[in-house]
Structure formats: C-alpha cells, structure tokens
C-alpha cells in the first residue's frame, strides 16, 4: 500500500504539516515535511496485512496507523505528540473522528524520559557526524599493505617504507603463516621473480594476504605483522563515511563547514527546541508546537552558539524539567485503558 492508495481509498484521518515550518523555524531552504494518521480497510485491518506505517522514500512524508499512532503516543513519542498538537494553520485535513484524541489524553510525566532521551540521542547525532564533517570529502581507501609492519631489531616499521628503503617489489614477496602467531608471517623476497611467489597482495582492493609455496632452506627476510583489526575499522569506517556523504544533505553540510562548526549545528538546535518543549510538558501541561525564541533556535543553527554553550544549555534545561517534574500534576503514565478503549470506539465507527 501507498501514500496514493491511502489517498484514492479516502483512508487518510489526519494530515499535518511538521518539521521546521510547524515550528516556526523554517528558512528558504526549509522542506515541508507532512505527518499523518490513517486506518486501514476492515479486511486488512483483520486479515494478515497490517500495516503500521506508510512514508515516501526519502521520509519526509509520514502516515502512521490509527493504533500504531495511538501506541506511540501511549509512550509519549515526541514526534507525535508534537503532532497531535498542530497548530490550526498546520492541519491540511482532519476526520472529525480524530477530535476523540485529545492531547492531555496521552501528556504525562513519562515525556520527561522520552524527550530528554531523544534530545541526548540528537547530541550523540551530532557528535557522529562531528567526526564525518572533520574528514577530507577526499577520503582515500587504504590497502591491506597500510597496515602491514616490518619485525626487526625489536622494532616495527611500516611495511610500504621498508619496501622503499629496501628498493623492494610487493609481488615478488613470499609470506607463509608462523606456527602459533596470529597474524604474523615469515616473509621472503625473490629479487628474480623465478621462484613463483604470489606477493603480499594480488590486486589492490584485496582483502587477504597471500600465502606462497617456500622451498626449503630459502632465506627468510624479515616478520611481517598484520594489524587485522585495524584494517577491518578503516573499512567500515570508510563505508559508513561515503554512505553518509551519498546520504547527507549537502547545503546543510557546507553551512557547518562555512561556520566553522565541527558537530551538526541543526541536531542541536532541535536538541534546544526539544528540551524547552519538554519543559513546557512538566511546567504548563501542554504544547505548543510554534516557538516563541525563533531568533535564539536559529542562533544555535547558524553556528553563532559554540558546541560548549549548547551543551549548557541543555545541562540548565535538563535540571529545570527534572525540578519541575516533582511539582507538575501531570500523571506518571497516560491512561492505557482509556486510550485503548476510545481508539477500539474509533475502530467500531470506522468499520461500521
């Protein structure tokens, strides 16, 4: 099932526009993210084609399903409790059956854990692309031979240097395995290239080394050492790199380059914006999607806060909503029960 069908099939119950723009903190490079609610048809609902979610490829539009929407609430989502509390001017559509979910249906003190665990997951977000940002866009793929060392005299030297000191060929180097020693090997050299030795690698992009049959009695060179776990970290490192330069959004990424910053300045302005707004939970019993400190939230996004004074920030935040945790008369959990059985009256009108 699509976005198109829920629409051709009239299965749509709620429709908002979310993100930045429901914030208030749209620029002009700002998309317009779309969040919903829909329900699917009697027979799927029953049948074995549940389906929970519905979203285009690149997420930035969002259909949950009714239950799945009243659960995720029941958790105090912030996501979407944030969408239950859209602004008049964010509704693109509404069922009249929605008005049965209210919002102080579903706030409780549990927001307190779950917006302040998903605004430190946003600072640890931040704090992973910081080491992304940092790194050349030219990051270069090293080979196995970049972390490979040379034995000798109790030291260790980089095996591509001691090939050039020695005026040595890779490939007309012999290994074979040391008994009882991981990674390491006995490495032998053939100035000639009759003895058939296989080289240290084969081809550049090798992901082995390569042993060699050794007559006996041939002199050996030197011990050669693999740093296996090393070369396995720079792979994945260099993976997760170039799958996050493919995924990234580009402008977003030369903004925090021309600010100077090395973390990503739009994660910890919504980490700001979410602690506020579970201030406000513990303090106010309510949300307000709009904020009133734009010019502050877009402070933090245009680079003018340093990483430390963020950090601050959030430290001062975090202790005011525990603070004001222990006064708010806000319940520790929704009530399950009630919800449950409104959306099981919601299902029965629905299918009726």
């Known amino acids: 099932m699509t976005i198109d069908d829920l629409k051709a099939q009239n299965l749509i119950l709620f429709e908002v526009i979310s993100g930045s723009r429901a914030f208030g903190l749209e620029t002009a490079t700002s998309d317009t993210d779309i969040k919903g609610v829909f329900y699917l048809p009697k027979a799927s609902f029953y049948g074995l084609d549940y389906i929970p979610q519905i979203s285009n490829d690149t997420n930035d539009i969002v259909y949950y399903e009714l239950g799945r929407f009243v659960a995720l609430l029941l958790k105090n989502n912030p996501n979407l409790l944030e969408v239950l509390a859209s602004a008049p001017d964010c509704i693109l559509y509404q069922h009249p059956i929605m008005q049965k979910l209210t919002l102080d249906l579903f706030l409780s003190k549990l927001s307190k854990q779950t ?17 992304k940002i940092n ?14 060392y040379i034995i000798e005299d109790q030291h260790t030297y980089p095996l591509n240097d001691w090939l050039a000191q020695h005026n040595f060929k890779q490939h007309l180097c012999g290994l074979t395995t040391i008994r009882q ?8 050299y053939d100035p000639s290239g009759t003895c058939g030795y296989n080289g240290i690698i084969q081809q550049q992009d090798s992901s082995e080394l390569c042993l060699s049959p050794i007559k006996a009695n041939s002199p050996m060179v030197a011990y050669l050492s693999f740093n296996r776990d090393g070369y ?12 996050w330069v493919e995924k990234r959004n580009p402008q977003r990424s030369l903004n925090n380059i021309e600010q100077g910053n090395n973390f990503d300045a739009k994660n910890m302005m919504h980490t700001i914006r979410l602690l506020q707004v579970a201030q406000q939970i513990m303090t106010q019993g309510t949300i307000t999607n709009k904020r009133s400190n734009r010019e502050q939230l877009l402070s933090i996004k245009n680079g003018q806060l340093s990483y430390d004074e963020i950090i601050q920030l959030a430290e001062s935040l975090l202790a005011d909503i525990e603070n004001a945790a222990m006064s708010s008369s806000l319940p520790e959990v929704p009530n399950s029960d009630k919800a449950i059985q409104i959306l099981v009256d919601m299902r029965d009108t629905l299918y009726q």
Request: glycine share 4%.
């Open 115 to 131: 917006f302040a665990h998903y605004a430190m997951s946003q600072i640890k977000k931040a704090k992973g692309s910081n080491k």
């Open 135 to 148: 790194k050349s866009i030219a990051v270069k793929r090293k080979t196995i031979l970049d972390f490979c």
């Open 181 to 188: 020693g991981r990674d390491l090997y006995a490495l032998f």
């Open 232 to 243: 396995s970290s720079h792979c994945r490192e260099y993976k997760e790199y170039w799958s």
